[in-house]
C-alpha cells in the first residue's frame, strides 16, 4: 500500500431539491420530492510518480485510476418519490435515474478496456401499516424490477481468463445502484 497525495482534482456541480405536500382527505396526503443532481469531477494536476516506481514503469495514476475519478460516477442522478399517508397506512414510491458511467479495465493483456453502466431508472416501493404507537410492519423492495448494469467488456473477461484470473467481475463494480439486483424485505419495526 502506498500513500501519496499524488494527485488534485476539482468538482464542480449543482443540487437541486424541492419538497411539498400535498392533502387527499381528512387524514391522508402525499409527500412529493424532487431530486437533481449534476457534478463533474476533473483531475486537474498529476504529480509524478516516485521514481522507485517510475523507474520499474509503473504509475500511480494510469488511465485506470484516472477514469475511476473522473467518469465512474454519473455525471447526473435525478429522483422522484411520493409518498401516501392515510391513517395507520403509508406507501412509499421512488424513482431514480442514474446517467451514463464508465471506467476503464486493465486487465493485464496490455490493453484497456472501457466498461459502462449505462443511463437506468430504479423503482423503490415500500408498504407500511402501523401497529400502534412503538410498532410497524413494511413490505418492499429496493430495485423492485432487479435492474442491472451492463456487463463488463466480453474481450476483457476473456483477457482476464486467459491471464490466469477468470474470477473477475462479470458486472461494473462502479455501478451506482449495486450489483445485487432486486432487493425485497419485509420488516418489522419496533421504537423504545
Known amino acids: 500500500n502506498v500513500f501519496s497525495n499524488g494527485l488534485d482534482t476539482r468538482t464542480r456541480g449543482l443540487d437541486i431539491v424541492l419538497n411539498f405536500a400535498t392533502a387527499t382527505g381528512q387524514d391522508s396526503g402525499i ?28 504509475s500511480l495514476f494510469d488511465r485506470v ?6 467518469t465512474a ?57 402501523n401497529l400502534g404507537a412503538w410498532t410497524s410492519v413494511s413490505v418492499g423492495a429496493d430495485n423492485l424490477f432487479n435492474t442491472f448494469p451492463n456487463r463488463v467488456s466480453a474481450a476483457a473477461l476473456a ?4 491471464a ?3 474470477a473477475v467481475e462479470v458486472y461494473p463494480a462502479f455501478s451506482p445502484w449495486g ?14
Open 31 to 58: 409527500d412529493w420530492t424532487f431530486a437533481a443532481n449534476f457534478n463533474q469531477t476533473r483531475v486537474t494536476h498529476i504529480r509524478p510518480t516516485p521514481i522507485e516506481l517510475s523507474a520499474s514503469g509503473q
Open 65 to 70: 485510476a484516472i477514469s475511476t475519478l473522473e
Open 73 to 129: 460516477s454519473p455525471r447526473w442522478r435525478l429522483t422522484g418519490s411520493a409518498q401516501w399517508r392515510s391513517g395507520p397506512w403509508s406507501v412509499r414510491l421512488r424513482e431514480t435515474f442514474y446517467g451514463p458511467s464508465s471506467r476503464y479495465q486493465d486487465p493485464g493483456d496490455g490493453n484497456l478496456y472501457l466498461d459502462k453502466a449505462g443511463a437506468k431508472l430504479i423503482t423503490d416501493l415500500e408498504a407500511t401499516r
Open 159 to 162: 483477457a482476464s481468463a486467459a
Open 164 to 166: 490466469g484470473n477468470p
Open 179 to 192: 450489483l445485487g439486483g432486486g432487493f425485497y424485505y419485509v420488516k418489522l419495526r419496533r421504537s423504545f
